[in-house]
């Protein structure tokens, strides 16, 4: 289901956008980060889904593109049975971010949807605009060609949130085997939280209109099956036409009013803002598989382009920068057994691949898996939480602010620092020192979460009893 938010540089403290979010998905995710590559555009990629999906399909393929740029991202092993590794999206050396975000279609649409449906997924859609873009508005061309050319396979309906330094776009996929897509674009004064991603009001009669595109179908389709009719209806409203027509979600009303006053402020949004906006437990919780928060700066250096990463929901886990000059993520944070769909069949051991047994074999590298998962270190921080909530989570919160108001004042410097070192042309060395820091910070960070749970754990028992309902308990949610 996923959650995006974007806040537009002119209500920002600092004067810079930002775009927010996490993934919806109950299995495994991983941090990873993707080296740029010269690929053979004679070659093609195989996208979409197959049989085994919950609105099956069938594989294809699309041309490969001759580079591929260097991005971060966080991946998954399982979503209505779209073929693993996926990604909602991440950040590019471009400085193009992307959120991936369900968006419901009316039900006829859904129900219309051929069962041989070709073309990209969404996690497709999501990894070519990181792969291919170098603005937000490539990435919205990009998806319009590549539906419009070779189709979308749908589990019902998408969206995604496309942001660079200077304009965001939301973009709705729609259900049906109609290639039908809609793109609004997002300016400096904008908030748009999307769970689901919507568009309203769409000016139909200005086909040039600079903030809006979609499909050569958009709006024929509609008369067509007599969901629009311009002598009745006032205007093209997508939602009410495509999509679920419930318009604005009570969790998106709460969360853009909530944005709204904070930008109303003498300080504005600050980035601490945009972190709560990510974490509160009104919002968030054990569904969300990460968080991230993406400071849309330009830069002259693509290696400073950076995000901010959660491993699990940042409830329980803190925001910790990842830069796009680091060159690798620690074993802990990269892809475990845990929660990862298909290892409870899979051994580490070679004896029944050998024979022959070729799913027999995990897709976890066994020097991984020896060390700390630290979803799983964090996952256990969050239950410890829910368990007594009254006592813990307010405290949580507080060391975690506190570890990330610590790490925001050391940016500066790590800028500074690489700045010099890449002036003075020693790349390789910026490489290792964001290579270090990045490291060493998001090792301290689970370090910390291990020393917190300890000590809940010990509390819990002492104070309470460690709980054994078959009810999982949770924060209350607006969702």
Request: net charge negative.
């Amino acid at each position: 289901m996923s959650y995006g938010i974007y806040i537009g540089k002119n209500l920002t403290r600092d004067g810079i956008s930002y775009l927010g979010g996490y993934g919806d998905e109950p299995s495994s995710h991983w941090l990873e980060l993707i080296p740029a590559a010269d690929l053979d555009s004679a070659e093609n990629v195989p996208v979409g889904v197959d049989h085994t999906a919950d609105m099956p399909g069938v594989r294809s393929t699309v041309p490969q593109s001759a580079h591929a740029a260097r991005h971060l991202r966080v991946s998954y092993s399982y979503y209505k049975g779209v073929l693993a590794p996926i990604t909602n999206g991440g950040l590019n050396e471009y400085g193009v971010a992307v959120r991936d975000i369900w968006s419901t279609s009316r039900q006829e649409l859904i129900d219309m949807t051929p069962t041989t449906q070709s073309g990209p997924n969404y996690s497709d859609l999501a990894r070519f605009v990181l792969e291919r873009a170098e603005t937000a508005r490539q990435g919205v061309e990009l998806i319009g060609a590549l539906i419009g050319e070779f189709g979308e396979s749908t589990y019902g309906g998408n969206s995604h949130l496309i942001a660079d330094d200077d304009e965001a776009w939301v973009v709705i996929q729609f259900a049906g085997g109609q290639g039908l897509w809609a793109a609004e674009r997002l300016g400096d004064n904008s908030i748009r939280a999307s769970r689901p991603g919507y568009i309203l009001s769409v000016p139909i009669d200005q086909l040039e209109h600079p903030d809006y595109l979609y499909s050569s179908n958009f709006v024929s389709f509609a008369v067509s099956k007599g969901w629009f009719n311009s002598d009745r209806d006032m205007e093209f409203n997508a939602n009410l036409i495509y999509g679920d027509g419930k318009q604005k979600w009570d969790g998106v009303k709460w969360i853009e009013s909530q944005m709204l006053d904070l930008a109303s402020r003498p300080e504005r949004i600050g980035i601490e803002d945009v972190m709560w906006a990510v974490r509160t437990p009104k919002l968030t919780g054990d569904t969300a598989g990460y968080g991230q928060v993406v400071p849309l700066r330009e830069q002259k250096y693509s290696m400073l382009r950076m995000m901010w990463h959660a491993h699990i929901g940042a409830m329980a886990a803190p925001f910790t920068p990842v830069y796009m000059g680091m060159q690798e993520v620690p074993f802990e944070y990269r892809k475990h057994r845990y929660l990862s769909v298909g290892e409870s069949s899979r051994f580490m051991d070679m004896r029944h691949y050998k024979q022959g047994e070729t799913e027999s074999l995990s897709t976890v590298s066994q020097g991984v898996e020896s060390t700390r998962s630290a979803t799983a270190i964090y996952k256990r921080l969050m239950y410890l939480v829910l368990q007594n909530p009254e006592e813990f989570a307010d405290e949580l919160q507080e060391i975690w602010i506190a570890l990330e108001s610590e790490l925001l004042t050391k940016q500066s410097t790590i800028a500074k620092t690489s700045i010099i070192l890449l002036e003075q042309k020693e790349a390789n060395l910026a490489e290792q020192y964001l290579d270090y820091y990045c490291g060493s910070e998001l090792d301290k960070a689970l370090d910390s979460a291990e020393i917190l749970a300890k000590s809940f754990e010990l509390r819990t028992r002492l104070k309470f009893g460690i709980k054994n309902q078959s009810a999982p308990l949770s924060m209350e949610q607006i969702w």
